[in-house]
């Protein structure tokens, strides 16, 4: 365990003083994707501002909008109102705002294999809080992407889940 956060430790302490700027939420979220074995565009970082949740990773998710933390079908939002982490291994099946789905982005991981929108669905997902001192800060995303369960990978385990609300604990304090 202390191995796995040592990269996140690292950037933590070098993030907190700009905050979760577009560069740092891009470190972060390859660090992440390298972490738990998926692509940086199956990785999203939202921040917590006046009750809503801002995408900051990826960015261009940014100006697409805002989620509202009253929203009765988004994961980030139950997570953010809950702080309880979890993980869906069978997210096609949930009711869940699609919206941002449909957005392409980017991805720097995946080199110049461009996969097709039937590929690029988000089938299992861990979204966990974002917790400091004052309370929710924001909610990290992890997902598996694909045209189905069995080819998104394996599922998401108890102990992936612990080891990310672990990493989410030690990137607070770029939360500001």
Do not use: W
């Not at 992440?32 to 960015?59: M, N």
């Amino acid at each position: 365990m202390a191995s796995s956060a040592l990269p996140f430790n690292q950037l933590a302490e070098q993030c907190q003083a700009a905050g979760l700027t577009n560069e740092n939420a891009a470190k972060i979220a390859l660090e992440l994707s390298k972490s738990f074995g998926v692509h940086d565009d199956e990785v999203a970082i939202y921040k917590l501002e006046q009750a809503q949740l801002r995408f900051v990773y990826p960015a261009k998710l940014s100006n697409v909008g805002m989620i509202p933390l009253n929203h009765s079908s988004s994961v980030a939002a139950r997570t953010a109102n809950t702080k309880r982490p979890e993980a869906i291994n069978n997210f096609p099946q949930m009711r869940h705002a699609s919206v941002f789905e449909s957005v392409p982005v980017d991805s720097k991981t995946r080199g110049n294999q461009k996969p097709d929108r039937a590929a690029m669905v988000i089938q299992k997902m861990m979204s966990v809080p974002v917790v400091g001192p004052a309370g929710v800060l924001g909610v990290i995303q992890i997902s598996r992407k694909g045209v189905s369960q069995q080819a998104a990978g394996v599922d998401f385990q108890p102990g992936d889940l612990q080891r990310l609300v672990s990493v989410a604990n030690v990137l607070a304090k770029c939360f500001k």
